[in-house]
């Protein structure tokens, strides 16, 4: 490996720290790196290389952070991986730890293998502008006490018409974030799927759905609606309106990671999430 990007969420304890020790294990192995977003004064360290020049995005922080750089490494096709400092970091590789750093060292020596997860793409009302997720797409009223249906589509077959707060489309890489809150199930990351579920719906008959990874979904605001927002891994992308669409559909390339404990799913599940460890045993 000659080159990596770094993205780091410095409002975050340790990143600075964490930061500065990724690149000087990049400097040991000779691995150039170039700070996003600025970054390079509070790294203490220059850019030596372009984002287009990287060959792997280092996130530093939360999965909020690694969400946000997920954003820059996808159009580019590299690889990307999380080094934790935030509280959860179900999506990132390793912990800011020495643990951590032997794995990311290993990873500069090309000791790693990889994972793809597909993603999201999303339009409103068949504008050109695509707003990419890796984890979900959201439409959510806001301002308006009162329930609005909302309309939903399947390849443009209707399936139902949902009083609700709004309508989430995840990923299997989702189905572990706001989608399961949303009452969804947890769909492993090699189930090729979206889950599709309404949030807080007003009706007994509404449970999610699980559909081809290949489908075009709809969602329709319906003329009730004051406003609400099309939102991408929780950052608001546009304001919607009543009769506005919401065309989600899979993206043509899939987020690829690097990983260094392949086939840990379950073991991260159990870790993160507590996921079948008994209440006397945590």
């Not at 939903?152 to 709004?166: K, R």
Request: glycine share 10%; proline share 5%; hydrophobic share 45%.
């Amino acid at each position: 490996m000659k080159a990596i990007a770094l993205y780091v969420n410095f409002s975050r304890p340790l990143a600075k720290e964490t930061a500065q020790r990724v690149v000087a294990i990049a400097a040991e192995h000779d691995v150039r790196v170039g700070v996003c977003d600025g970054g390079e004064e509070a790294v203490g360290f220059p850019t030596e290389c372009s984002l287009d020049e990287a060959e792997l995005m280092v996130s530093v922080g939360g999965d909020g952070t690694l969400l946000r750089a997920a954003r820059l490494a996808h159009p580019l096709g590299i690889p990307i991986l999380g080094v934790n400092t935030g509280r959860l970091g179900f999506l990132t590789e390793v912990e800011a730890d020495d643990d951590g750093f032997a794995a990311l060292a290993r990873v500069f020596e090309d000791d790693a293998e990889y994972d793809d997860r597909l993603a999201l793409h999303a339009q409103v009302n068949d504008v050109d502008e695509i707003h990419f997720a890796l984890n979900e797409v959201t439409v959510r009223r806001v301002t308006s006490a009162r329930l609005a249906p909302f309309g939903l589509a399947l390849d443009g077959e209707t399936i139902a018409h949902l009083p609700s707060d709004g309508v989430i489309v995840s990923t299997p890489t989702g189905s572990t974030g706001y989608f399961l809150s949303a009452g969804g199930p947890i769909v492993h990351p090699a189930v090729d799927a979206l889950g599709v579920a309404g949030l807080m719906p007003h009706t007994l008959f509404a449970r999610p759905l699980i559909v081809p990874s290949d489908a075009t979904i709809e969602i329709t605001c319906d003329g009730e609606l004051v406003s609400a927002n099309l939102e991408t891994d929780g950052i608001v992308a546009a304001d919607l309106r009543a009769g506005d669409r919401v065309t989600v559909h899979r993206a043509a390339e899939p987020v690829r990671f690097a990983r260094v404990r392949p086939g840990a799913f379950f073991a991260r599940l159990e870790d993160k999430l507590q996921w079948g460890v008994p209440i006397k045993s945590r």
